[in-house]
């Protein structure tokens, strides 16, 4: 399940994986976080201020499990340049629309 909500008053968008409950929030970028169950499944991701944003960069970890992969996995496809990244001190960053794209 892919869900897209755009709520145009706040500027933000939220994209939900699943039913559920959010009962923590972890900022994964600037202005994006991705929301959490009780058990650690990702519900949703949440990228806020869309106006001011060029592209949003998300975490190896939020992307693996947007993709239910192993982070190891999205590491490999990064070393081998199936996917954009960029390093950010010892942490990659993998645009979200790239991985919105292999979702979907």
Same mark, same amino acid.
């Given at each position: 399940?892919?869900?897209?909500? $755009?709520?145009? %008053?706040?500027?933000?968008?939220? @994209?939900? $994986?699943? %039913?559920?409950?959010?009962?923590?929030?972890?900022?994964?970028?600037?202005?994006?976080?991705?929301? $959490?169950?009780?058990?650690?499944?990702?519900?949703? @991701?949440?990228?806020?201020?869309?106006?001011?944003?060029?592209?949003?960069?998300?975490?190896?970890?939020?992307?693996?499990?947007?993709?239910?992969?192993?982070?190891?996995?999205?590491?490999?496809?990064?070393? %081998?340049?199936?996917?954009?990244?960029?390093?950010?001190?010892?942490?990659?960053?993998?645009?979200?629309?790239?991985?919105?794209?292999?979702?979907?």
């Amino acid at each position: 399940m892919l869900k897209i909500d $755009f709520d145009k %008053s706040a500027d933000a968008v939220t @994209l939900v $994986f699943r %039913s559920g409950k959010v009962s923590r929030d972890h900022q994964v970028a600037e202005n994006v976080f991705a929301g $959490f169950n009780k058990k650690g499944e990702l519900i949703e @991701l949440q990228v806020l201020d869309l106006a001011e944003s060029d592209e949003v960069w998300i975490t190896v970890e939020a992307a693996a499990k947007i993709l239910g992969k192993n982070e190891r996995t999205l590491l490999r496809w990064i070393h %081998s340049g199936k996917i954009q990244s960029k390093k950010i001190g010892r942490e990659y960053r993998i645009p979200l629309d790239q991985i919105q794209e292999m979702a979907s």
